[in-house]
């Protein structure tokens, strides 16, 4: 129904945009309500891949930097990166997995950053690989905690006392939609 009012034709800028922000956080709850039964059907062997297609994942990208502008915004960070209109990148894939996997890294990337500072996400391709990667100057991950960062419910130390909130969920669930996607 979100959709809907959102897409309504006798609704200001002000409110479609409102509309429009709420429609994407939704859709964000239950991804991350569905990602976390995939990824306990994973630990069980139960994914399968027919949710995969082929899909261009630098417009997806695209599209999650344009979505999280606002937030970079309100921080004072400035979102740059080298994946352009004319950057194609084809793949097979769970595109909403993988849309929720670039939510996560660049909302983490904004999240964590100090104001006045930049997020950069950058494309390369390499023979039959396309590497995304997303890079912060933010407060970063105790070199210790970096082989455990990837483990479900689990945040490093300095972002537990950061003041910044987080389930410790999110980059378990990237992990886990990538290595699904032999990423």
């Known amino acids: 129904k979100l959709a809907q009012l959102r897409d309504g034709t006798s609704l200001d800028g002000a409110t479609r945009t409102a509309l429009g922000t709420m429609y994407e956080q939704v859709r964000g709850l239950i991804d991350l309500s569905s990602s976390f039964l995939m990824t306990t059907s994973a630990d069980h062997g139960l994914l399968n891949t027919s949710a995969f297609k082929p899909f261009d994942v630098a417009a997806l990208v695209q599209s999650r930097i344009a979505f999280a502008k606002g937030s970079a915004t309100e921080r004072d960070v400035t979102v740059e990166t080298n994946i352009t209109s004319a950057t194609r990148a084809q793949v097979i894939g769970d595109e909403d997995r993988l849309r929720l996997v670039f939510d996560n890294l660049i909302s983490n990337a904004i999240k964590y950053s100090t104001p006045n500072s930049r997020v950069v996400i950058s494309y390369a391709h390499e023979k039959t690989m396309h590497a995304f990667s997303v890079q912060d100057s933010g407060i970063g991950i105790p070199k210790d905690e970096i082989a455990s ?11 537990i006392h950061s003041g910044v909130t987080g389930t410790g969920f999110g980059l378990y669930i990237a992990k886990r939609i990538v290595d699904f996607h032999n990423g």
Do not use: C, D, V, Y
Not at 149 to 159: C, E, M, P, V, Y
């Open 149 to 159: 960062i990837f483990g479900g419910f689990k945040r490093a130390s300095n972002a």
